[in-house]
T-cell receptor, first 113, second 114 residues
Framework: GDSVTQMEGPVTLSEEAFLTINCTYTATGYPSLFWYVQYPGEGLQLLLKATKADDKGSNKGFEATYRKETTSFHLEKGSVQVSDSAVYFCAQHGSSNTGKLIFGQGTTLQVKP | DAGVTQSPTHLIKTRGQQVTLRCSPK?????VSWYQQALGQGPQFIFQYYEEEERQRGNFPDRFSGHQFPNYSSELNVNALLLGDSALYLC?????????????FGAGTRLSVL
């Protein structure tokens, strides 16, 4: 069935370091892909999205490219800040694209000054 | 423009009780989805409501039921609570119009079952 797998955390980085969080998916079609971020005690905020192969989503310095060949949607940021500390979730809409979101297990990022 | 609002923010119940959680969607949105997020896990899809009907359902027992009102707001009901129902319950709204794939989440209701 449709699923999302993220690299396990926690990920601990120093401020201004480069960030990569790996995400791969399984689906029978080409679902829309998303990255959501959850700050402590809050709900999920959409960070970026991509709806078709080779699309690059970007927001607030974060980027992710929809790679159909490797079924991946890795999240990257060139220089992280302490304020980026949060839990990051990769998600897909599933093959039917009916609106149900399928999430990965989440990756905790901690950025130290 | 108010975003997705959920109430209450926190709730404590005992096993066997029933609970109702409420959600008001973002202005202009007509579809509401509910998710359960256990501690340290990703959200799991419970069901989705559109035009006051359940359109899609995840792998949750019948103890979980919902309702959508004409103003698009929604309720999630859980009967015969179990300890394992303790989680953060998230509501997300979206639109069937342009950009329908984007779901916007509320801050959630944290349910503790003792």
């Amino acid at each position: 069935g449709d699923s999302v797998t993220q690299m396990e955390g926690p990920v601990t980085l120093s401020e201004e370091a480069f960030l990569t969080i790996n995400c791969t998916y399984t689906a029978t079609g080409y679902p829309s892909l998303f990255w959501y971020v959850q700050y402590p005690g809050e709900g999920l905020q959409l960070l970026l999205k991509a709806t078709k192969a080779d699309d690059k989503g970007s927001n607030k310095g974060f980027e992710a490219t929809y790679r159909k060949e490797t079924t991946s949607f890795h999240l990257e940021k060139g220089s992280v800040q302490v304020s980026d500390s949060a839990v990051y979730f990769c998600a897909q809409h599933g093959s039917s694209n009916t609106g149900k979101l399928i999430f990965g297990q989440g990756t905790t990022l901690q950025v130290k000054p | 423009d108010a975003g997705v609002t959920q109430s209450p923010t926190h709730l404590i119940k005992t096993r066997g009780q029933q609970v109702t959680l409420r959600c008001s969607p973002k202005s202009g949105h007509d579809t509401v989805s509910w998710y359960q997020q256990a501690l340290g896990q990703g959200p799991q899809f419970i069901f989705q409501y559109y035009e006051e009907e359940e359109r899609q359902r995840g792998n949750f027992p019948d103890r979980f039921s919902g309702h959508q009102f004409p103003n698009y707001s929604s309720e999630l009901n859980v009967n015969a609570l179990l300890l394992g129902d303790s989680a953060l319950y998230l509501c997300a709204s979206s639109s069937t119009g342009v950009g329908k794939n984007i779901q916007y989440f509320g801050a959630g209701t944290r349910l503790s079952v003792l």
